[in-house]
């Protein structure tokens, strides 16, 4: 690894970060969402600075995720009133410490690996979980020694009305 940061916080977990792997994955072709234009990949890219909690948005930065280029995101629930989507990223390291084994999420009706809520309204929450242990799509990259391809898994809900206000603005 030639650019590793050995111990990045990132909410309840401790990463550390292979950052030059890291970027060579961000916004890769062929991922679901790489170069896609419809209506809720061009919200994201205008809004996420708006939904992502600031403390939240530095955190992304150390670990060298470009919150503009997901991996994928999907929606659903997509009405004015309140959007629910999924928005997931990658990035090549490992996990030291945090959140990890089954658990259930009564938001979402799901038992596995744990997200930790940040928010309750509007709903937000996040884990961070080796992408062998989920079903997402993940960029192209093979792994060497001790590092993983690691996913940030968001389940998040917010306001229609923040389009609307920024197209107002």
Same mark, same amino acid.
């Given at each position: #690894?030639?650019?590793? !940061?050995? *111990?990045?916080? %990132?909410?309840?977990?401790? &990463? ?5 792997? /890291? ?58 009133? #309140?959007?629910?989507? !999924?928005? *997931?990223?990658? %990035?090549?390291?490992?996990? &030291? ?5 089954? /658990? ?62 920024? !197209?107002?603005?």
């Amino acid at each position: #690894m030639k650019k590793y !940061r050995p *111990t990045i916080p %990132f909410l309840s977990w401790m &990463l550390a970060v292979d950052l030059e792997e /890291t970027r060579n994955i961000q916004n890769q072709e062929g991922s679901p969402a790489y170069g896609c234009d419809c209506d809720l990949c061009v919200e994201w890219k205008l809004l996420y600075k708006k939904i992502i909690p600031e403390k939240l948005l530095e955190a992304f930065c150390r670990v060298g995720i470009e919150l503009q280029s997901p991996t994928d995101l999907y929606g659903s629930g997509l009405g004015s009133d #309140m959007r629910t989507v !999924r928005v *997931t990223f990658h %990035f090549i390291g490992k996990i &030291l410490s945090g959140l990890n084994g089954a /658990t259930h999420d009564d938001k979402f009706d799901y038992d596995g690996f744990p997200y930790e809520i940040i928010r309750k309204e509007p709903y937000f929450s996040l884990r961070v979980i080796p992408q062998k242990e989920t079903f997402v799509s993940a960029p192209d990259y093979e792994a060497e020694g001790s590092s993983q391809v690691l996913c940030v898994d968001m389940r998040l809900c917010y306001p229609g009305k923040y389009l609307h206000d920024y !197209r107002n603005s």
